[in-house]
C-alpha cells in the first residue's frame, strides 16, 4: 500500500501519537470543521420569534379571593363560555386551579374592551 493511502488510514482510524505533526493536522481538520460550518451552511434553527408583547396580568387580593386583571387582546372573544374558558387559560398558569366567580370588562371611552377584572377563588 502507498504512504498516501497509510497516512489515510491512520487519520480515519486516529492512529497518530498526540503531539505529532499528523495529529495536529488532525485536530486542526476538526477545529475548522466546528467554526466555519455555521457560515457555510444555514441548518435553519433560529430561535421562535415571540409576540412583540407578552400578556400583563395583574393580581390583588379581594376579600377570600383573588382580583385578576387581564388584557383583552389576549382573550379569545365570543360567548360567555369561550371568554371564560379563555380567561381560565391564561390565569391558571399564573394563580393554579381556580374557579371563575365573575369577570367584567373593562371599556375605553370608544366602547372597546381594554381589559378584563376576573374575580376567582380556588
Do not use: C
Not at 393554579?96 to 366567580?101: A, F, N, Q
Amino acid at each position: 500500500m502507498s504512504s498516501f493511502g497509510q497516512t489515510l488510514r491512520g487519520y480515519f482510524w486516529w492512529t497518530y501519537p498526540r503531539g505529532s505533526v499528523h495529529y495536529d493536522v488532525m485536530v486542526t481538520v476538526i477545529l475548522a470543521f466546528i467554526f466555519l460550518t455555521p457560515f457555510w451552511v444555514n441548518f435553519r434553527d433560529k430561535p421562535q420569534e415571540r409576540p412583540p408583547h407578552q400578556t400583563e396580568v395583574i393580581v390583588q387580593q379581594a376579600g377570600d379571593g383573588f382580583l385578576y386583571k387581564v388584557d383583552a387582546s389576549a382573550v379569545k372573544a365570543g360567548n360567555d363560555k369561550e371568554v371564560r374558558e379563555s380567561l381560565l387559560r391564561i390565569i391558571e398558569p399564573i394563580g393554579g386551579y381556580v374557579t371563575v366567580d365573575h369577570y367584567d370588562a373593562v371599556r375605553d371611552s370608544n366602547h372597546n374592551v381594554v381589559s378584563y377584572k376576573v374575580w376567582v377563588h380556588r
